[in-house]
């Protein structure tokens, strides 16, 4: 069956620092992977995704960016991270086609102070 | 462009007690359209998804969803809340027919008290 991961779970980083979340799926061969962002009280935003390596397509102009370096691991970055950079980060990935269910990560939770 | 609306942001109900979630979607044809939940601190469930055919959907632990093509809307609904409902609920709209993105509302959260 197919397992999807983040880590970490949880990040506490100064203002200014580097950022790298991970996130890799297991169980399934070129799937589409997708990073969003939760923010409190205001649903879920898109904010890159990928159908396949070094494929990535951009939904949000910000100072993040994604890596995909592997079929199966799907990388978000920052240089450096601002306070509205906080928020829940979600992985989710799909086989493929619109039709195709979302399965979503565990997320990681990103205090910016 | 699609978008999706839940106009709830916090339903309270009582264990036991009928349960609807409303939502209400903007696209130009049929779309594709999901129920998520979420846990706190969780990722996302798949609750049910309607692609086509028979408009009224189940899913898993108990929901459904009936797609109203004239009301634009897909709400979900339970017949008796259980505590372990409690939870946030999202809908997502997938545009057809070449795109992978969903396009999710801004969620409600449900309190179920006993």
């Known amino acids: 069956s197919q397992t999807i991961h983040q880590w970490p779970a949880t990040l506490v980083q100064p203002v200014g620092s580097p950022l790298s979340l991970e996130c890799t799926v297991e169980?399934?061969?070129?799937?589409?992977l997708y990073w969003y962002r939760q923010a409190a009280g205001r649903g879920l935003q898109l904010l890159f995704y990928?159908?396949?390596?070094?494929?990535i397509s951009s939904e949000v102009p910000q100072n993040l960016s994604a890596s995909r370096p592997q079929d199966r691991q799907f990388i978000l970055s920052s240089k450096k991270l601002l306070l509205s950079d906080s928020g829940f980060y979600l992985c989710?990935?799909?086989?493929?086609?619109?039709?195709?269910?979302?399965?979503f990560g565990p997320g990681t939770r990103l205090l910016v102070l | 462009a699609q978008s999706v609306t839940q106009p709830d942001i916090h339903i309270t109900v009582s264990e036991g007690a009928s349960l609807e979630l409303r939502c209400n979607y903007s696209?130009?044809?049929?779309?594709?359209l999901f129920w998520y939940v979420q846990s706190p601190g969780q990722g996302l469930q798949l609750l049910l998804k309607?692609?086509?055919?028979?408009?009224l959907v189940q899913g898993i632990k108990g929901f459904e969803a009936e797609f109203k093509r004239s009301q634009s809307s897909f709400n979900l609904r339970k017949p008796s809340v259980h505590w372990s409902d409690a939870a946030e609920y999202f809908c997502?709209?997938?545009?057809?027919?070449?795109?992978?993105?969903?396009?999710f509302g801004t969620g409600t959260r449900l309190q179920v008290f006993p």
């Open positions: 989710a990935w799909s086989v493929g086609g619109p039709q195709e269910t979302q399965y």
């Open positions: 169980g399934t061969s070129n799937p589409n």
């Open positions: 990928s159908v396949g390596i070094g494929q």
């Open positions: 696209y130009g044809a049929t779309p594709y």
């Open positions: 309607y692609f086509s055919g028979d408009t």
């Open positions: 997502a709209v997938g545009a057809r027919p070449n795109t992978d993105k969903l396009i």
